[in-house]
């Protein structure tokens, strides 16, 4: 049960930045500014629910949480939104400019996943080894495939000029994203 409990609460942080990464692909294809508004939103929202939340996932677990501060949790969130648009700005900006070479996707978001791990570990010095590993680890993993599904997703989405392929891709990112982080990440630390 408690991994269901981190599956569900680590689903909710992740969502509006999944879903945002998606459609801001999408966007970027037909309005640029539009994308750049999308991102930043979903980076933030993303960002707000991990700062608010953490704690109550961390509880279903032997790890330690920060004690639960109106600055701590704006410092978080402020960081992660920073991290987070860097993040989607690179990959859809990546993924806007090189429209032929799918097979690179995957190294560019095993890049960017490893270097948004050491970015939030070097927030967060005090962070058992076992879990920034199983972090770097699952963010790698995810970033194999958030690309190519991201890319896969914004051009149906075109073709078909409907929303069902973004929500589809969105569904899939987010499952595949929380999957790895809750089993590399967490599982090790649950009873």
Known sequence: ????NIFAIEFVQNAPMIAAFIVSYWLFLKKK??????????A?????????????????????????????????????????CGFAFVIVGYLYCNKK???????IGVAAGVGLTLLQASWHPG????QMIGHMLAFGLAGTAVPLITRTAGNRAIR????????VGSLV???VMTLLVVTLEYLPFTD
């Not at 049960?1 to 269901?4: A, G, Q, V, Y």
């Open 1 to 4: 049960m408690k991994l269901m």
């Open 33 to 42: 500014w539009l994308g750049v508004v999308i991102i930043i939103t979903g």
């Open 44 to 84: 933030f929202g993303s960002a707000a629910l991990i700062a608010c939340t953490e704690a109550i996932k961390l509880s279903f677990t032997s790890l330690e949480s920060a004690p639960c501060r109106l600055d701590s949790i704006l410092k978080s969130a402020l960081l992660l939104t920073v991290a987070f």
């Open 101 to 107: 070479y799918w097979w690179v996707d995957p190294m």
């Open 127 to 130: 962070l058992p080894l076992q």
């Open 160 to 167: 078909q000029e409907s929303w069902w392929p973004l929500l």
């Open 173 to 175: 990112n987010n499952t």
